[in-house]
């Protein structure tokens, strides 16, 4: 009788034993993920850094179908390299809303710098590149996607550097069609990135 | 007839106005730093942390906001990939106040999940700093992150626990079977 005790404590015993270590066993792998070395570089310590020397464009009254350029027209705005890395840059444009109830009025950005009812375009030109874009007059339409401002595909350019500058000007394509009385405000985001 | 109408639609496109900025122009200045960031050896279910910090130079204290952004493949580092999901990547402030001529850091934090999937990859994604502006023209620097994941070490150690459990649990089994003859033959 007692025998047969001793044999069932010492089964209970081994399963115990049995499923604690099977639990460690199991737990092991959840473990060992935390470990390790994990290595951060801060590549050179670099500054990023653009400016512009001036961001608002006070239109005032504005008609349809009309085009308004900055004054002087390429040479609006100046975009400087700071920082000590040397950079790319992009453009991007977006849709114009009315400020009152953004929700309820906007002029969508073309895709191609053309306009239409409640469509607008917007293009840009840089000083001294007198034949990019689709009409070869060195203005290039600002669409809502995310493009190449300096340097870009097919030119000679290469990233800015530290020092270097950009003066642009750029363009507005109003509405053939647009409900009036309303204050519309647009926006234009110039954005670098490291080369 | 003609004449007139064109005239009526240019009085009543004439009241759109753009409002002008009544402030004096004024410069956007701010710098950010590290301009780029690598992540080596970040194993899935690792997280890593880094600090990216904003220099405000201007003179007016601006609210600075950081999002993400996937380049595409031609604007990517040779050889990465575009990161799987932005929400992995957290930002301790997602919005920041500078104060003028001041500087403020931000703790970014990169967390792979635990699928071995995401093992030995080569990642690019871009974080992108802002200030709040209601110009027309805004600026906005990206900090390029690369992450590379490190190699499998969940399937490793899940097959040498699964090899381990196995053999102890023969082993019982061979156990409870002797104890059980000895038993018998008493």
Known sequence: MRADIRGKMRVATVGVILAVMLGLVLCLPALAQDSGTITITMTGLNEISISLNRTD??????????????????????????????????????????????????????????????????????????????????????????????????????????????????????????????????????????? | MLWRTASVGLIAGLLVVFPPCLAVAQSVNFSVSPAEVRISDLHPRQAAEFEV?????????????????????ERRRQGRDGFPEASWIRFSHPEIEVPANSQANVTVTVAIPPLHKWSNQDWEIWLGVAPESSDVLGVELWVRLLVSTGAGGLNVGLVAGIVTAAVLLISGACFYYRSGHKRRAK
Request: charged share 15%; hydrophobic share 30%.
């Open chain 1, 57 to 195: 464009w006070p239109l005032g009254n504005v008609a349809w179908n009309t085009v308004y350029e900055t004054s002087p027209p390429i040479e609006w705005c100046t975009l400087t390299v700071q920082g000590n890395c040397n950079v790319n840059t992009f453009i991007v444009g977006y849709d114009a809303i009315w400020i009152d109830n953004p929700d309820e009025y906007k002029w969508t950005l073309s895709n191609d710098g053309s306009n239409g009812e409640h469509t607008y375009g917007l293009w840009f030109r840089i000083s001294h590149d007198t034949t990019r874009g689709p009409l070869g007059d060195g203005y290039v339409p600002i669409t809502k996607t995310q493009s190449e401002f300096w340097p870009y595909s097919g030119g000679s350019g290469s990233s800015l550097s530290p020092g270097d500058s950009k003066k642009f000007g750029l363009r507005l394509l109003t509405p053939t069609f647009f409900y009036s009385g309303r204050d519309m405000r647009t926006q234009i985001t110039i954005s670098a990135v490291a080369a």
């Open chain 2, 53 to 73: 910090t904003i220099y405000n130079s201007g003179e007016l204290a601006r609210n600075f906001t950081f999002t993400t952004f996937q380049p595409p493949k």
